[in-house]
């Protein structure tokens, strides 16, 4: 659960666009925006280092920011939006949201397949997917899940396990379409290989289309006692 809180210090930062944000980032800084109800955004920066120690608790991003900026009381704050390096996988700009522990929140969370390995249908070969990977949930703040798991150990061939299969704990609902699809189970797809007579029929269709072509008229060599032979 989204229980842990930890102190995350920030600092103001007054020059914003695109240049200014590599100088932070080369510096180890990550470019922000604060965000409170009622108040203006703040711009803010803050510590690479520090700022992925906080996300990679146990809540992880759910983590609850007891956010400080230049020195002021610590604020409750959630990590609302982020973006990463495509590459290297760095955060490179983040949005932090003021809330009220009070308050339920809507949040984004990860559905994770348990159970794969008893499941009869993968057992007979057949193929699991999992279409769905996020959920949205209404809770406190204080009580989003890091992520739901769904039991698929029961599927079977050709089943469906949907939004309203998932289980999930007290204080928690979910807001998405009760039939939107998580995961299904189908039968694998088979390579139907050629019958021998099929194959048979194209390799002698190849032989022909690579035969040598007809010597066209007058490219032929000339015959015994005709002019332009030897002879004569």
């Known amino acids: ?26 510096n180890g800084l990550v470019p922000g925006v604060l965000y409170g109800t009622g108040k203006e955004p703040h711009a803010i920066s803050v ?7 906080a996300l990679t ?22 990590l609302k939006d982020h973006q990463q390096d495509p590459l290297r996988g760095k955060l490179v700009h983040i949005d932090l949201l003021e809330v009220r522990l009070d308050r339920a929140i809507a949040a984004t969370v990860t559905v994770q397949l348990v159970g794969a390995e008893d499941s009869p249908g993968v057992r007979e070969g057949g193929a699991l997917s999992q279409i769905g990977r996020d959920v949205t949930v209404e809770a406190l703040p204080m009580e989003v899940p ?3 798991a769904l039991d698929v150990s029961g599927m079977e061939m050709g089943d469906t396990l949907r939004v309203s299969d998932l289980a999930v704990p007290d204080g928690v609902r979910l807001v998405d379409d009760p039939e939107t ?16 007579e099929e194959a048979l029929a194209e390799g002698e269709e190849g032989e022909l289309e690579g035969a040598p072509a007809e010597q066209p008229e ?6 015994e006692g005709e002019p332009g ?4």
């Open 1 to 26: 659960m989204a229980g842990e809180r930890i102190k995350l210090e920030v600092q103001p930062r007054e020059d914003t666009g695109t240049s200014a944000a590599r100088r932070l980032r080369r």
């Open 47 to 53: 510590p690479e280092r520090e700022l992925r120690k």
């Open 57 to 78: 608790g146990g809540a992880g991003l759910h983590t609850i920011l007891d956010v400080v900026l230049d020195g002021g009381s610590p604020t409750p704050s959630i």
């Open 146 to 148: 890091e992520h739901i």
């Open 181 to 196: 699809v998580i995961a299904t189970l189908t039968m694998p797809t088979r390579v139907e290989e050629p019958e021998p």
């Open 218 to 223: 007058g490219g032929a060599e000339p015959a």
């Open 229 to 232: 032979t030897a002879e004569g």
